[in-house]
């Protein structure tokens, strides 16, 4: 089993939509969760972080459910700049920040 | 953004040539990270150094070999490389003191070997 798994996509949603990308990983002691983004040939860039309470950024919002290991981030009125691909990311313990990627999920935003 | 570069951008080699790849941060950051990303695949870590001490090696071939010279530097030594190592080779830097650091990623060289 993958330690972090994703839909690889692609999600072709119009502008305007609201989409929302779910993640699973294996590692019961992961103690912290991030939403990175990457453009194509460009290098990931940290989204936001995702918060036991759930937390949002404006048009993003992210959850989290420790009991099911589960994350999701949700994007509502998507724009065409929001193409690119999502990655889920934990980390695991042991005194530095060993960070677990998920493959991505590619969104694609069409006008 | 220039908070971590990588040096060369863009790099071809052949399977018995020796060349290798610089990072840089300029974050004051006190861990640095090197990543490979194959096409389809999830970024793999590959070493870790924390305060210039190499904490992870994560079953790497010896056919690549980090140096940390310091702080700031890293570099990836590369020498009789396969096909199947072609990749974009990441940098990261974080500043290691709480697990919700985040880590600031280089541009990455993307490497051909033939």
């Known amino acids: 089993r993958k330690e972090v798994e994703q839909d690889p996509g692609p999600f072709n949603v119009p502008e305007g939509a609201t989409v929302a990308f779910n993640c699973t990983y294996s590692?019961?002691?992961?103690?912290?969760f991030f939403w990175y983004r990457q453009d194509c040939r460009k290098e990931p860039k940290l989204l936001m972080s995702?918060?036991?309470s759930g937390n949002e950024d404006g048009r993003f919002t992210a959850q989290l459910n420790r009991a099911s290991q589960y994350i999701s981030l949700l994007i509502r009125d998507s724009k065409l700049s929001d193409s690119a691909t999502y990655l889920c990311?934990?980390?695991?313990?042991?005194?530095?920040?060993?960070?677990?990627f998920g493959a991505g999920t590619r969104l694609a935003v069409h006008p | 953004e220039t908070g971590v570069t990588q040096t060369p951008r863009h790099l071809v080699m052949g399977m018995t040539n020796k060349k290798s790849l610089k990072c840089e941060q300029h974050?004051?950051?006190?861990?640095m990270y090197w990543y490979k990303q194959s096409a389809k695949k999830p970024l793999e870590l590959m070493f870790v150094?924390?305060?210039?001490?190499?904490?992870e090696n994560n079953s790497v071939p010896s056919r690549f070999s980090p140096e940390c010279p310091n702080s700031s530097h890293l570099f990836l030594h590369l020498h009789t490389l396969q096909p199947e190592d072609s990749a974009l080779y990441l940098c990261?830097?974080?500043?290691?003191?709480?697990?919700?650091?985040?880590?600031?990623f280089g541009p990455g060289t993307r490497l051909l070997v033939l």
């Open positions: 150094y924390n305060f210039k001490e190499q904490t």
């Open positions: 590692n019961s002691a992961s103690q912290s």
């Open positions: 995702v918060y036991s």
């Open positions: 990261a830097s974080s500043q290691a003191s709480s697990y919700q650091e985040t880590q600031y």
């Open positions: 990311v934990v980390s695991l313990s042991g005194g530095y920040n060993k960070l677990i």
């Open positions: 974050l004051g950051h006190n861990a």
